[in-house]
């Protein structure tokens, strides 16, 4: 049987839907029981490979305590038939959003108060990717 390719609204919109699942702090199981789905079921809508019903979408948006909207935020703009254009920054910035240590390093970091200390959080994380980057350091 062929499998049709995983489309990247349905990606984007799952992403979204663990992201908000993560900053509340609940589990796929939580967010299962509360759906009547397993958490197996969670885990495919929220890699996209499989697609949310526009009911399912709301009833989710009522458990995450979000309007529906929210999960098309930033969404990709795909033209029918075809292919969607390179991930862009924000592209890139949402799916890092969507993982647990991105979640926590904002939810940190936007609880620092100090402005100058921010900054240099922010200087040697850029160091740190320069040095990722570097040809010398690969290995």
């Known amino acids: 049987m062929r499998r049709e390719p995983v489309n990247p609204i349905d990606t984007y919109v799952g992403g979204r839907v663990r992201m908000r699942r993560l ?3 609940m589990s796929q199981t939580a967010l299962g029981d509360a759906l ?3 958490f197996q079921q969670v885990q495919k809508y929220e890699k996209g490979t ?5 009911s399912r979408l709301q009833h989710i948006s009522n458990i995450l305590q979000v309007p529906a909207a929210f999960f098309f935020d930033g969404a990709p703009h795909v ?6 254009v390179a991930p862009s920054l924000t592209d890139e910035i949402s799916a890092f959003m969507t993982t647990r240590d991105g979640l926590a390093l904002v939810k940190a970091f936007s609880r620092i108060d100090n402005v100058a200390l921010r900054r240099r959080i922010t200087d040697l994380v850029e160091q740190i990717e320069q040095t990722e ?6 290995r």
Do not use: D, Q
């Open 23 to 25: 900053m509340m702090g």
């Open 133 to 138: 980057r570097s040809p010398a350091t690969r």
């Open 36 to 38: 009547g789905v397993s």
């Open 79 to 84: 033209k029918a038939g075809k292919k969607p």
């Open 50 to 54: 499989n697609r949310i019903g526009a």
